[in-house]
Each structure stands twice: as structure tokens, then as C-alpha cells.
């Protein structure tokens, strides 16, 4: 980082653009822009700046912070809590809607809405286990009834009965057959 800030400046000096200097170091134009701003406003020449050490160049550049903050509370009790509530989502009826319910029924001053959803979404992403698997023609196919029973009404009687939704795959083709 320290001999970027040093190349920019010195690209600076010799009267390079804003524009070509971001280009040749793959950084934004804002971040060039930023370094030039700092060292016009420290007041020190080119030379003085160059012969600083890395850590005072950081310093003066405001390189020292890092762009990790730490979590705050109320995102340590969601994450103390998310292990819990990504499990209960696989149960029947169970939606996100419903856990961010619950979770605002207790932590009144918790995340709202669209921040539960996406935690609940990284934190699901970062756990699931993704493993692949090879399909051949004909090899297999995956069977089972979806869902609940569904209610069928004869038109004629007027009488209900239940019914089951059969469906088979074909992994190799995602072919579908559903009854």
C-alpha cells in the first residue's frame, strides 16, 4: 500500500492525469483523487513525503484504520441466534417473515425487516454445503409426493376428496413428470 501512495504521487508530480495515474495502478479514480487531496492539504513537497517512513506515510494518509469494524450488539445476538432460526426454517410453514416476527417480538430495537432477511441469507450461504454430482442417461430417477394433500371436488357430488401429488426427475435431463 505505502509504495502505491508513493508511485501515485510521484505519477502526480511528473503531471500525470488523475485519470491515466488510476488506470495504471487498477485503482478508482476517487482513491487518486483522495491521495493528491491529502498531500496538497499536508502542505509538505513531494520530496519530504517520499522520505517519510511507511509508517507515518500511513499515518498521514489514514491508512492505519481498516475497513473491518466490529460487529455491534444487536448484530451479535442475531448471529447468536441464526443457527437456531436457519434450522427451524426447514420446517413445515416456517418462513423468514415469520422468524423476523419473532425476533422483533423480542429485540424490539433489533434489525428490521430487509437486514434480518439478508443476515439470514449470508448466514445460510456461508454454512450450506454444496457438493456436485454426477448424473448418467437413465441411471436414476429421483420419486416422491409433494406437498400436502390436496382437496379435489367432484363436481357432481359436490364431495371433497384428498388427493396426492405424485413427481418424478429425471436428474440427468431435468425431465419432470408430475400426476
Known amino acids: 500500500m505505502d ?4 508511485n501515485i504521487l510521484r505519477c502526480y508530480a511528473a503531471g500525470m492525469g488523475i485519470k ?3 488506470s495504471t495502478f487498477h485503482t478508482s479514480r476517487n482513491t487518486v483523487r483522495k491521495y493528491v487531496r491529502l498531500f496538497l492539504s499536508s502542505g509538505k513537497s513531494i520530496e519530504q513525503l517520499l522520505s517519510l517512513s511507511d509508517g507515518q506515510l500511513d499515518e498521514l494518509f489514514g491508512c492505519t484504520a481498516s475497513r473491518h469494524r466490529e460487529p455491534s450488539s444487536r448484530r451479535i445476538e442475531l448471529e447468536a441466534l441464526l443457527p437456531g432460526y436457519v434450522s ?5 410453514g416456517m418462513s423468514v417473515r415469520k422468524l423476523f ?3 422483533h417480538a423480542e429485540y424490539p430495537d433489533g434489525y428490521q425487516l430487509s437486514s434480518f432477511k439478508r443476515a439470514v441469507r449470508q448466514y445460510k450461504f456461508h454454512v450450506k454445503v454444496v457438493g456436485h ?17 390436496l382437496e379435489v371436488v367432484d363436481e357432481m357430488t359436490g364431495e371433497t376428496k384428498k388427493a396426492e401429488v405424485f413427481v418424478a426427475i429425471l436428474p440427468f435431463s431435468h425431465y419432470t413428470y408430475c400426476e
Open 88 to 92: 427451524r426454517l426447514s420446517r413445515k
Open 133 to 149: 454430482v454426477e448424473h448418467n442417461a437413465a441411471d436414476q430417477m429421483y420419486i416422491d409426493f409433494a406437498g400436502d394433500r
Open 3 to 6: 509504495k502505491r501512495i508513493k
Open 20 to 22: 491515466e495515474t488510476a
Open 101 to 103: 416476527k419473532e425476533y
